[in-house]
Structures are given as C-alpha cells and as structure tokens.
T-cell receptor, first 112, second 112 residues
Framework: GENVEQHPSTLSVQEGDSAVIKCTYS??????FPWYKQELGKRPQLIID?????GEKKDQRIAVTLNKTAKHFSLHITETQPEDSAVYFC???????????FGGGTRLMVKP | EAQVTQNPRYLITVTGKKLTVTCSQN?????MSWYRQDPGLGLRQIYY???????DKGDVPEGYKVSRKEKRNFPLILESPSPNQTSLYFC???????????FGQGTRLTVV
C-alpha cells in the first residue's frame, strides 16, 4: 500500500518568514495530494490540494508543488503569521480509490 | 448545515469494557472511514466503507470492528478495549467521485 513520509516533524519560524514542509510517497498510482491543517483541539481541515496533472498550485500565501518523477510534494507558506501555527498533514491517494494515507504531521510554530 | 458528528467527544473507560463511538453524516457521502491520531504517527486508517454493507480493513484494524447498516452511520466498536487503544479518533467522509475528506470533531478515548 501507500506510504507517506513527512519532514520535518516540528518547524519553528519567525513571523514573516517562509515555511516549507516536504512529503514523499511510495505508490506511483497516487494522483491526489491534499494538505490538511489541524489547529489545537480541532479537526483537520483541507487547505490546499494538487492533482498529478499539475506541478504547482497557489492560493494566496500557500502553495504546493509536486514532482511526480521523484514522488515528492511540498507545502510552502510565505509571510507566516501566528495564526498559521498548527499541525499540518500531507496525504496521498488515488482519487477513485480508498481514503487518504497521511504523513506523520508537522507542528509549525510561528513566533511573533 | 453539512456535518460529520461523532459521539462522544471524550471518553475514559476501563480495560475490557465494550464501547461504541458513533459517527453520523448528513452529506449523503458514500465513503466513510475511521482514523486514529497518535503523536508522530499522523492519522492512520482503521477501517473504511465504500457503501452500505461494504467495509474493509485499513492499516491498523486489530481490536476494532465497524458496521455500515445505513448510509449515514458508521460506528466504531471496541469489543475489549486495551490501553494501547488510547488515542484521538476521527471519522471522515467523502463522496465517491470527489477525493476531499471531511472530518468529524474527534473523540478522545482513554483506556485505563
């Protein structure tokens, strides 16, 4: 089955700096790669996703890049703000298949 | 309002005492799934269901049972809970043709 590795497990940045979280996946059949944000005590919520037919997607301060050949994808957050502090999960799946396989999560701390 | 509702939100129980965590959705989603969240391990799938009366094991099914007698409900059953099942549990749903997963609020279970 699919295996997703996520790094780093914790990331501390200064407000205004950029943050990058990286994930690798094992199943070349996976074609859907979402990112979820989980604030303290809350449920995971989708913040951005990318499908394998595109290499990059951007939504305001967040962007995701995908390298299908290397089987890795990354989340980029620019101009970080304290409210970006949360746990971020990457995931992979086949759109028409099962549910998602998640990475281990990254705890992002943005210091004011 | 579209919702995925889990009950209870918090539960402390003793080893061996059978319990059920309920999950109900009003979005008419075909797919439902249970995950457990543990520090450093991300979200791991326990069981999933692609339709009524169709269930399959995920990555960590040992010690759990599920049923899908009707589309909206997908209860998670622990016949004989053990301390290693202490965790945060999430139910998630999605449509068959769209990959985005929607999570319930979570159930924090402690087995002593």
């Amino acid at each position: 089955g699919e295996n997703v590795e996520q790094h780093p497990s914790t990331l501390s940045v200064q407000e205004g700096d950029s943050a990058v979280i990286k994930c690798t996946y094992s199943d070349s059949a996976s074609n859907y790669f979402p990112w979820y944000k989980q604030e303290l005590g809350k449920r995971p919520q989708l913040i951005i996703d990318i499908r394998s037919n595109v290499g990059e997607k951007k939504d305001q301060r967040i962007a995701v890049t995908l390298n299908k050949t290397a089987k890795h994808f990354s989340l980029h957050i620019t101009e970080t703000q304290p409210e970006d502090s949360a746990v971020y999960f990457c995931a992979a799946s086949m759109e028409a298949g099962n549910m998602l396989t998640f990475g281990g999560g990254t705890r992002l701390m943005v210091k004011p | 309002e579209a919702q995925v509702t889990q009950n209870p939100r918090y539960l402390i129980t003793v080893t061996g005492k059978k319990l059920t965590v309920t999950c109900s959705q009003n979005m008419n989603h075909e797919y439902m799934s249970w995950y457990r969240q543990d520090p450093g391990l991300g979200l791991r799938q326990i069981y999933y269901s692609m339709n009524v009366e169709v269930t399959d094991k995920g990555d960590v099914p040992e010690g759990y049972k599920v049923s899908r007698k009707e589309k909206r409900n997908f209860p998670l059953i622990l016949e004989s809970p053990s301390p290693n099942q202490t965790s945060l549990y999430f139910c998630a749903t999605r449509q068959a043709h769209l990959p985005e997963a929607f999570f319930g609020q979570g159930t924090r279970l402690t087995v002593v």
